[in-house]
């Protein structure tokens, strides 16, 4: 099993600034991709920001300039670093990666969200 452990959500005024981390632990033998995704309440769940095992990087249009993310290898752990926080960004923050199960091909964990709120 694979356990997927978010922190660094909270409450920021228009301007500010959150960095969310999110550690991986368990059966993790081969990390293909990590990222951020975002939820805000009536809407999907769409892509904020991946990084895959070869280092690319892919944005959503509205954070491009604003929002980096980032791996650190020897921790299992993939952050999100937050400038210039905008209302609209405002929303639960949901951790992913994509791991490489030989045989059986690959497969998504979760994790549990954690809640971004930005100030007018």
């Known amino acids: 099993q694979v356990q997927l452990m978010e922190s660094g959500g909270g409450l920021v005024q228009t301007g500010g600034s959150l960095r969310l981390s999110c550690a991986a632990s368990?059966?993790?033998?081969?990390?293909?991709?990590m990222g951020w995704y975002r939820q805000a309440p009536g809407k999907q769940r769409d892509m904020v920001a991946t990084i895959t095992l070869t280092g690319t990087t892919n944005y959503e249009d509205s954070v491009k300039g604003r929002f980096t993310i980032s791996r650190d290898d020897a921790k299992n752990t993939v952050y999100l670093q937050m400038n210039s926080l905008k209302p609209e960004d405002t929303a639960v923050y949901y951790c992913?990666?994509?791991?490489?199960?030989?045989?059986?091909?690959?497969?998504?964990?979760w994790g549990q969200g954690t809640q971004v709120t930005v100030s007018s």
């Open positions: 368990g059966s993790v033998f081969n990390i293909l991709a």
């Open positions: 992913k990666t994509r791991l490489r199960r030989g045989f059986l091909g690959e497969y998504d964990y």
